[in-house]
């Protein structure tokens, strides 16, 4: 867990590794329906405050929570 | 004859529904545009077809009520045929309900949208082989110049005149899971209709995923 850090630490335009999601199975299942899945590469295009954490995710972009990116963990690639 | 019409969100659901309806119902740029199930009728070579546009979703968990709605509906109204609208811009993401829409053994036909934005990006997709891989008929489409329709109604009648059978596919889940599934199965298939209501592997797999809504569902029919 050393190298790891919440999602909502990382600045716009960076490319990062999901490596876990620290939720409830309802939570990981729903980021996993959205392709957000251990291992997959993301960048980070938005994470302005106020307003949501933008990523490019798989090709397309995909709006999450601030509170939802403190709960995904990552490490940089 | 019913046709259902499922997909991402923002995949065009709504502009093919209007261009087999002759409808406007309002398309928007944006996600979440249709919120409630709308129908319309395509009257095409003599037949009368009922269109059903259903929300859009990644997925048919439980999640949101509108996955409860587009996933209730293709189970237990059993249409003659479920299109999923694709982007064909963004295959991976769209892919995903796809397979969950074979693995529920739904009539399926790919109508591969946005063809055009998929060029422009420059992806070549290789239509043919993927029909092959999901064993599926599978159509290229631009739906927001109206092309591809033809070849749409044309693949959706060879499936709802059951021509062609999409095979349910299934995914294996490993050892300790399928031991389980098994189990289930052999058990939902010896409790009365439950088995002629639902696909029986499909309805296993959900209930080992806790699926609320599967287990209530189950709570009503065993009388609690």
Known sequence: MRDLMPL????????VQIACVRGGMRLQRR??????????????????????????????????????????????? | ??????????????TVFNNLTG???????????????????????????????????????????DEVIARNFIVEEKPDAVV????????ERNLYLVVQLLEMGAPL??????????DSRGYRIDVERLSQLIRAPVVPMEANRNRGTQGLLDEIAKVTDKEIRIPELIVNYGREVEEEITKLES?????????????????????????QQIVEVLKAVEGG
């Open chain 2, 23 to 65: 409808a406007r119902q309002h398309v928007g740029n944006w996600p979440g545009v249709t919120v409630e199930k709308k129908e319309g009728i395509c009257r095409w070579k003599g037949r009368s077809i009922r269109i059903v546009d259903l929300p859009g979703v990644y997925s048919l968990t439980a999640y949101s009520p």
């Open chain 2, 109 to 118: 036909v790919v109508a591969l949208n946005m063809m055009d934005e998929a």
């Open chain 1, 31 to 77: 980021l996993a329906d959205m392709g957000l899945t251990p291992g997959v590469v993301v960048s980070v295009l938005n994470s302005q405050m106020p307003g949501p954490v933008i990523l490019n995710l798989r090709g397309s972009r995909l709006a999450l929570g601030h509170g939802m990116t403190m709960r995904i963990l990552v490490r940089t690639v």
């Open chain 2, 1 to 14: 004859m019913v046709v259902a019409l499922a997909g991402n969100p923002n995949s065009g659901k709504t």
């Open chain 2, 187 to 211: 058990r939902i298939s010896s409790a009365g209709d439950l088995a002629k209501r639902y696909p029986p592997r499909w309805l296993a797999v959900k209930l080992l995923e806790k699926d």
């Open chain 1, 8 to 15: 909502a630490m990382v600045g716009p335009g960076c490319t």
């Open chain 2, 84 to 91: 999923d609208v694709v982007d064909a811009s963004n295959l």
